[in-house]
Antibody, heavy 123, light 108 residues
């Protein structure tokens, strides 16, 4: 059974940093690209960042570019999101999502999602 | 960047057919994927590559895509189908993963 378990969320002041983790199990982690998708309270889904199976291809939404860094450790079956210079508008539930492909296929989508970890940016 | 437009809400009586649209420039040339999200839960993939269903998704869920509109169709709607639905495509522009704004399906 595929499981994605996010952790690391919490309350943080504007301008500070936070590191999210996603522990994956139930599939061959290093075969697939992985992503972070967030959802602000009462709002829709917003893609944040994605990383290919071997970390060779990485992408970010314009809204987080230069502030967030995605990474993965295939030996630990884990995905990470380092979030710096956090803003109030980064407040959201952050989901870890598994891609059906290992890299950019032009048709990528997500077949499994975690339950999310809540990040609240407030003073 | 590429924009996907969904109606904010769709209402349908039980047993009827719900159609949720997703508009985008020449979306028919892209693969469209649909997710269902119930309150307090993570999204679940219900249709991929325009019209394919993952295992475990009822045949009542189907999709189509042509021109500037993709459509998720839910036949014989049940109370348990009440949820938010999001369309998604992959685009080669600045943000490669694009979601529609979501449609709240209400079962009357």
């Amino acid at each position: 059974e595929v499981q994605l378990v996010e952790s690391g969320g919490g309350l943080v002041q504007p301008g500070r940093s936070l590191r999210l983790s996603c522990a994956a199990s139930g599939f061959t982690f290093d075969d697939y690209a992985m992503h972070w998708v967030r959802q602000a309270p009462g709002k829709g889904l917003e893609w944040v960042s994605g990383i290919s199976w071997n970390s060779g291809s990485i992408g970010y939404a314009d809204s987080v570019k230069g502030r967030f860094t995605i990474s993965r450790d295939n030996a630990k079956n884990s995905l990470y999101l380092q979030m710096n210079s956090l803003r109030a508008e980064d407040t959201a539930l952050y989901y870890c999502a598994k891609d059906v492909f290992g890299g950019n296929s032009g048709q990528n989508y997500f077949d499994y999602w975690g339950q999310g970890t809540l990040v609240t940016v407030s003073s | 960047s590429y924009v996907l437009t969904q109606p904010p809400s769709v209402s349908v009586a039980p047993g009827q057919t719900a159609r949720i649209t997703c508009g985008g420039n020449n979306i028919g040339s892209k693969s469209v994927h649909w997710y269902q999200q119930k309150p307090g839960q993570a999204p679940v993939l219900v249709v991929y590559d325009d019209s394919d269903r993952p295992s475990g998704i009822p045949e009542r869920f189907s999709g189509s895509n042509s021109g500037n509109t993709a459509t998720l169709t839910i036949s014989r709607v049940e109370a348990g189908d009440e949820a938010d639905y999001y369309c998604q495509v992959w685009d080669s522009s600045s943000d490669p993963v694009v979601f529609g704004g979501g449609t709240k399906l209400t079962v009357l």
